[in-house]
């Protein structure tokens, strides 16, 4: 017993996505017939690249999403994502309903909602990229794009609010996030993000980043305007980097997209200018291509995405 409870312990410690896993499964496998779980959905993504220094067919991701419902107002959800680094990300989370009132509570490992999420690019907005990323140079900061812990979200007519206390895994610093939506009129919705990232304890570092962003709509044109600072400390050093981020699409048809997008963001990530379309091969699968500019490389990038 001792030997087993020395192997799991640090498991736990470092693995915590395990547990979430663990505790699906156990879901799936010994769950009532009533509540039998279902793949809700999934997404199937490929694509072959070519830039200055090589080309090929590459293997982007999988995602599985679950879910299993207890009641009217809560049940369990996952999802198994592979990536194209070959690395599984896990999220499986229980939520409930109706708490307060028209809102909802996730607790376990979930999506942290920080950027709008609105981009029609492969590459993400700027505020997707420093969730990926980070916006730290030294030491680095991994980013807040997934997190362990519990996330409450709500809606009002024209507002909508989401906040979470998570952390990366056991033993790092806790990441607070909050996120509000403003419904000015049908055609324009302003965002604004906060996130407290305590990250590299050993540092005695952290960061602060504020993101405020603007999505029109009219008629078949679409923009995305973002602003993204990221306020870091390390010891008693300080410093604040910024970046901007301008996104236009228009819907040539139902089917056929054309964008482009400007990373001015020299500080945070890099600059970089993408110019793309996508096309909907059928209900399910959707091709997309992607020339990627930056001031040292290029990449043109063309991608399939099947959803079923």
């Not at 592979?82 to 999506?111: C, M, P, T, W």
């Amino acid at each position: 017993m001792r030997e087993l409870s020395a192997f799991i312990k640090p498991l736990i410690m470092k693995k915590p996505g395990f547990i979430f896993v663990g505790v699906l499964m156990l879901f799936l496998v010994t769950g009532p017939s009533n509540a039998a779980p279902v793949i809700d959905s999934g997404e199937l993504r490929v694509g072959f690249g070519i830039n200055s220094d090589y080309s090929g067919f590459f293997f982007d991701g999988l995602t599985l999403d679950f879910n299993a419902d207890l009641s009217a107002k809560d049940g369990v959800r996952g999802e198994l994502n592979f990536d194209q680094g070959y690395k599984e990300e896990i999220i499986a989370y229980y939520y409930l309903h109706d708490v307060l009132r028209d809102d909802e509570v996730n607790i376990g490992r979930f999506s942290i909602e920080w950027a709008s999420d609105q981009s029609e690019t492969m590459n993400g907005s700027l505020a997707k990229k420093v969730q990926w990323q980070g916006g730290v140079v030294a030491p680095a900061d991994p980013g807040f794009n997934k997190g362990i812990g519990v996330k409450y979200k709500t809606s009002f007519n024209q507002f909508a609010l989401v906040g979470s206390v998570s952390n990366d895994y056991f033993g790092e610093g806790t990441d607070l996030v909050g996120r509000g939506a403003f419904a000015i009129n049908p055609e324009l919705e302003i965002g604004v993000g906060l996130a407290s990232i305590n990250r590299a304890k050993q540092f005695d570092a952290s960061d602060f980043a504020l993101l405020i962003d603007a999505d029109f709509t009219s008629g078949l044109l679409n923009l995305l305007c973002e602003v993204v600072s990221v306020n870091s400390r390390k010891n008693e050093q300080k410093e604040t980097n910024f970046g901007f981020y301008a996104e236009a699409a228009y819907d040539v048809s139902p089917t056929l997209l054309f964008y482009g997008g400007f990373y001015g963001a020299e500080d945070l990530i890099s600059d970089l200018v993408v110019v793309g379309g996508k096309t909907s091969v059928n209900p399910h699968a959707t091709v997309q291509g992607e020339i990627q500019n930056t001031r040292d490389d290029w990449n043109l990038v063309v991608g399939l995405k099947v959803n079923f």
